[in-house]
């Protein structure tokens, strides 16, 4: 009897360690959940039509739950169609045997989509909010990658939603005077939900090239914190510098013309609260001005008392570094400045 006992279990065990890896690896097909699918998708949206051929279920042993593959899916909104290549959802085992489809995620990949497109399918699952200013940033360009989205115990959508991927040829406006063109960049979501890092490959600010740029971005509970380490190398003008020293509050009202070029570090560090205004805002230059010439206002007091006194300034070789914050402001210049017809080297170096 103990023997029998014993086989029963070592059969019983190697049925489900079998069962386990057939589900983990290949999964089982059924129909079960095809018309609550549907159907949940509606509710969701009533617009919206989710179309797959056939679902199929997968043991996922690292979190204990069951993961619902639905094959060939795509999204019907009103008159557009969009191609999905994944579209898993995560329920608990207990939910599946009670059959009340409580989600614990959904994973949802797609392959290249306009930027403009893929908006409508966001409408579905964010905030309305998030949505907009979705739709005024990204103003063309094509998108591919992951969402992760979260649900809570009550099946609404959770906050710390996920998105990995990549961003190429896009167009970001910044502000209403500030773009970046011809963007592609990586995007990774930060472990733990709460954060994402992007890596830029290619893009410019006017003719300022942002190669190896980065920006991470951090969510808290009432606010969004920005760090940004952008690589500028590049020609500038005085339009250009006008907009920029706008947006990091600069006072360049004394400057009548600015051209030249240069190979800048800088780092841009902000909070954002829930109605994206600008906090905390920190930043810092550092660098190389390979060339710069400068036309200032003129000054008649300083004309009447240095006669030799020229509003255009003509720089080159120069080092820059600037660091501005709420309490702190620090600026260095060393390199070689134009007076009548000679360089001569210059160091001006400042803490207030």
Do not use: W
């Not at 829930?274 to 550092?286: D, V």
């Not at 010439?293 to 070789?317: A, G, Q, R, V």
Request: hydrophobic fraction near 40%; aromatic fraction near 12%; glycine fraction near 6%.
């Amino acid at each position: 009897m103990g023997k029998f006992f014993l086989r029963f279990l070592f059969l019983l065990l190697i049925t489900l360690v079998s069962l386990s890896i057939y589900l983990s690896f290949f999964g089982l097909k059924t129909s079960k959940f095809d018309n609550l699918i549907k159907s949940k998708a509606n509710e969701v949206n009533q617009h919206v039509k989710l179309e797959f051929k056939e679902t199929k279920i997968h043991l996922n042993t690292r979190e204990l739950n069951f993961a619902i593959k639905l094959q060939n899916p795509k999204i019907l909104l009103k008159k557009d169609e969009f191609n999905l290549s994944k579209l898993d959802l995560f329920i608990s085992i207990k939910s599946f045997f009670r059959s009340d489809f409580l989600l614990n995620r959904a994973e949802i990949s797609f392959k290249e989509n306009d930027i403009k497109d893929l908006a409508k399918i966001t409408n579905i699952f964010l905030p309305k909010f998030i949505n907009k200013q979705f739709k005024k940033i990204f103003a063309k360009g094509n998108i591919e990658g992951e969402f992760i989205i979260p649900f809570q115990s009550d099946g609404s959508i959770g906050k710390d939603y996920g998105f990995s991927g990549k961003i190429s040829n896009a167009f970001i406006n910044l502000t209403k005077e500030l773009s970046i063109k011809n963007l592609t960049t990586e995007i990774k979501n930060v472990r733990g939900g709460d954060g994402f890092k992007a890596t830029i490959q290619k893009g410019s600010i006017y003719d300022l090239e942002l190669a190896d740029s980065t920006i991470n971005l951090k969510r808290g509970k009432n606010e969004t914190k920005i760090k940004s380490f952008l690589r500028t190398n590049g020609k500038f003008n005085f339009i250009q510098v006008k907009k920029i020293s706008h947006l990091l509050g600069l006072n360049i009202a004394n400057l009548k013309d600015i051209n030249g070029s240069a190979d800048l570090k800088t780092n841009i560090n902000f909070s954002l609260n829930k109605k994206f205004k600008i906090k905390n805002l920190f930043y810092s230059i550092e660098g190389d001005i390979a060339n710069c010439k400068i036309h200032t206002k003129e000054k008649k007091i300083i004309k009447k008392y240095l006669p030799d006194y020229n509003p255009n300034i003509i720089l080159k070789d120069v080092y820059i570094n600037f660091v501005n914050d709420q309490s702190d402001h620090k600026s260095e210049l060393n390199g070689f400045i134009k007076v009548k017809n000679e360089f001569d080297s210059f160091k001006i170096k400042e803490i207030y």
